[in-house]
């Protein structure tokens, strides 16, 4: 489906007018007029065994179940999530611990100021975890995909929700079980001032974006076998439903706002429904309060009424932009990386969209890049590789372009790949 069909058929489905103004206040809430400038940093973790590099699943001996409840000695002043007795996360401040449908351990770092600051977060983290993991036979790798297991062997995660996203995206598209099964991201989250402010940031991440996704590329293994496409997770995400993935429908049009994201969101189909924090279901099983919704949309869903901050949350997490408009603008490009590698992708963030004359710098070369540009962009890194030439420009000319120079080239590892025991 290309993007003008995808907007086509989003104009077919009337969003509830008080759901979309919840969705543009939920937006207002989250500006920052005082320019903040912090960060949120998500890196996922894939496990494996010492032994033979395989997946490690939830429910196994030794496996992320009993990682989990180990690991609530360190959170006792915090949070913990259940889901039918089975312990799926915990937070504490400064840090929160999820758990991604292929047993993927999400570490959610911030707000931090400064890479220094993700960098000592994530220290104590694995200075807490390391041990356990020493105890139970197997460690966290960052790649973008499983080195060894493939995507079918390995079973989801005990979430409700996980299992209806298996099922959709596993019919929609060609990658919904390589993605939430084997892969693994580092996303950065970045304030904004004004609604202005905003979509101009969306715009220029979502330009900007495969570029930095080729720099910080991490992805030597897929299903098994050395994976020799470029992009991978770009790919699988751009493939996957392109309804909720991709570039937003319209980003670069001179009227877009977020009420018309906002539209986008609401008239595409929730695939899982939570209505946990919803007052009118209250009276209802679990079961019936979270529920497979393939076709139902948010207003086939939710009461005619504005949304609550927990239904906001949820509608927004089921869209999968490349770039994403929470109350934060969410920047989900990037492979699992290590955290030295996480901390050089904070601090290029950092100088491209909170100094004032790098996100100068960036506009200007970004000026009139449109909808069609950015898919030009990703195909030719695509196609291309190290020889691609994105918006005119050399991959050496955008690595001094972006004020990075030597080290935004570096590879994240060598050719012996040592996050993965070798033969």
């Known amino acids: 489906m290309t993007s003008?069909?995808?907007?086509?058929?989003?104009?077919?489905?009337?969003?509830?007018?008080k759901h979309v103004r919840s969705l543009v206040n939920f937006f207002e809430q989250g500006a920052k007029p005082d320019a903040r400038d912090g960060?949120?940093?998500?890196?996922?973790?894939?496990p494996v065994h010492n032994s033979d590099d395989t997946a490690v699943t939830y429910g196994e001996t030794n496996g992320i179940e009993t990682?989990?409840?180990?690991?609530?000695?360190?959170?006792?002043?915090?949070?913990?999530?259940w889901q039918d007795d089975q312990l799926v996360g915990l937070a504490r401040k400064g840090i929160g611990i999820s758990l991604e449908p292929g047993g993927q351990l999400e570490t959610s770092i911030g707000i931090v100021r400064n890479a220094e600051q993700l960098g000592e977060i994530y220290a104590q983290f694995r200075r807490e975890v390391d041990p356990i993991l020493d105890e139970l036979g197997f460690r966290l790798v960052n790649y973008g995909y499983q080195p060894k297991s493939r995507a079918l062997e390995i079973p989801i995660n005990p979430k409700r929700r996980y299992a209806a996203m298996d099922e959709y995206l596993g019919h929609i598209g060609q990658y919904g079980p390589c993605m939430m099964r084997a892969s693994a991201s580092t996303q950065v989250s970045i304030d904004y001032r004004s609604?202005?402010?905003?979509?101009?940031?969306?715009?220029?991440?979502?330009?900007?974006?495969?570029?930095?996704?080729?720099?910080?590329?991490?992805?030597?293994?897929?299903?098994g076998e050395p994976n020799?496409?470029?992009?991978?997770?770009?790919?699988?995400?751009?493939?996957?439903?392109?309804?909720?993935?991709?570039?937003?429908?319209?980003?670069?049009?001179?009227?877009?706002?977020?009420?018309?994201?906002?539209?986008?969101?609401?008239?595409?189909?929730?695939?899982?429904?939570?209505l946990s924090h919803t007052p009118e279901a209250a009276h209802l099983p679990s079961e019936q309060r979270e529920f497979a919704a393939f076709?139902?949309?948010?207003?086939?869903v939710y009461p005619d009424r504005e949304l609550n901050a927990y239904e906001v949350?949820?509608?927004?997490?089921?869209?999968?932009?490349?770039?994403r408009l929470k109350n934060f603008i969410e920047m989900r490009h990037w492979d699992s990386l290590p955290i030295e590698r996480a901390q050089r992708l904070t601090q290029i963030v950092g100088s491209l969209f909170y100094d004032a004359d790098g996100f100068s710098r960036l506009a200007e070369h970004l000026g009139g890049v449109g909808e069609a540009d950015v898919f030009e962009a990703k195909a030719a890194l695509q196609a291309h590789g190290a020889d691609a030439?994105?918006?005119?420009?050399?991959?050496?000319?955008?690595?001094?372009?972006?004020?990075?120079?030597?080290t935004l080239a570096e590879l994240p590892g060598d050719a012996r790949h040592p996050q993965v025991r070798q033969a």
Do not use: C
């Not at 960060?39 to 894939?46: A, K, N, P, Q, S």
């Not at 990682?67 to 999530?81: I, S």
């Not at 609604?195 to 991490?218: C, M, Q, S, Y």
């Not at 076709?295 to 086939?300: H, N, S």
């Open 4 to 17: 003008e069909q995808s907007s086509y058929a989003h104009m077919l489905v009337k969003p509830n007018p």
């Open 195 to 223: 609604e202005h402010d905003a979509i101009e940031k969306i715009r220029l991440a979502t330009a900007v974006g495969p570029i930095l996704n080729w720099f910080f590329r991490n992805t030597p293994y897929f299903e």
């Open 313 to 323: 949350s949820h509608v927004l997490s089921t869209h999968f932009n490349d770039v």
């Open 228 to 274: 020799h496409m470029p992009l991978l997770r770009q790919r699988m995400w751009d493939y996957l439903d392109f309804q909720r993935t991709n570039v937003i429908p319209g980003l670069y049009e001179d009227s877009f706002g977020w009420e018309d994201y906002a539209v986008d969101v609401l008239s595409t189909p929730l695939m899982f429904a939570d």
């Open 39 to 46: 960060f949120g940093v998500e890196i996922e973790h894939l």
């Open 67 to 81: 990682l989990m409840l180990r690991l609530r000695k360190y959170y006792d002043e915090g949070e913990e999530y």
């Open 295 to 300: 076709r139902e949309t948010a207003g086939d």
């Open 389 to 406: 030439k994105p918006y005119g420009r050399s991959l050496d000319d955008w690595a001094n372009l972006l004020g990075a120079g030597d």
